[in-house]
């Protein structure tokens, strides 16, 4: 409860500044965000700046609010760690295998939230996509929950952006499930193509100077289209 009145508070406070006029954000494609009754979603997005955060629980409708993972370290002051756990924030170990990371996570995606993932693994440098990771794809098929791709841009100049009034445009595109069961076996080559198909579908909702590595990719599918 006390976390939904921070996350309200939060929330008031940036659409108030949207709608005085002294912030510049707005998001398109919310009729792509599957009926929030059906359960626990996973939203996959590129991380260009800490800003991304605040903007996209912002600029979801409210009753999509979004958890998400950030590193353990940041859990090691007990006021922090009160903090980031009332408002859902789960503790991952970077760099190796966090079993515990998981099952919070697939705890939290079946008690029907809303998990933030960026595959990148990290802050992209110059705004433009990196090579995503396989972790979404793989709590995807141990969850059975849909995937919303999404894109952020304008957020690359922080908050500093924001105060002159740089605009932060999310895009959310169509949200879809890999149809691969929590049991079947998904081989390299077939994990690689998923999270590939994965990044493509972010890359569509970017500029193409954000394309990043997976500017070839993104060719080959419009072709195929």
């Given at each position: ?135 979404a794809i793989r709590l995807a098929q141990q969850s059975g929950v849909p995937i919303i791709p999404m894109a952020i841009y304008g957020s690359q100049y ?65 072709e195929a289209r």
């Open positions: 409860m006390l976390g939904w009145l921070f996350y309200g508070l939060f929330y008031v406070f940036i659409h108030t500044m949207i709608r005085i006029g002294w912030w510049r954000m707005r998001a398109e494609g919310w009729e792509h965000l599957p009926p929030r009754d059906q359960g626990g979603m996973i939203a996959v997005m590129n991380h260009v700046n800490w800003v991304d955060i605040p903007s996209v629980g912002a600029l979801l409708p409210f009753s999509y609010r979004l958890s998400w993972l950030a590193k353990s370290e940041l859990f090691s002051n007990p006021v922090a760690s009160w903090w980031f756990r009332t408002m859902n924030v789960i503790p991952v170990n970077r760099g190796r295998r966090d079993r515990a990371a998981i099952e919070g996570v697939l705890e939290a995606l079946h008690r029907g939230q809303i998990v933030l993932i960026f595959p990148e693994g990290h802050r992209s440098r110059n705004a433009e996509l990196q090579k995503g990771h396989t972790g922080g908050l500093r952006g924001i105060l002159r009034r740089q605009e932060i445009m999310l895009r959310i595109g169509p949200a879809y499930t890999l149809g691969v069961g929590p049991n079947q076996r998904i081989l390299p080559d077939q994990m690689e193509q998923l999270t590939t198909d994965m990044m493509v579908k972010i890359a569509q909702l970017l500029p193409s100077a954000c394309h990043g590595v997976y500017r070839q990719a993104l060719m080959v599918a419009d």
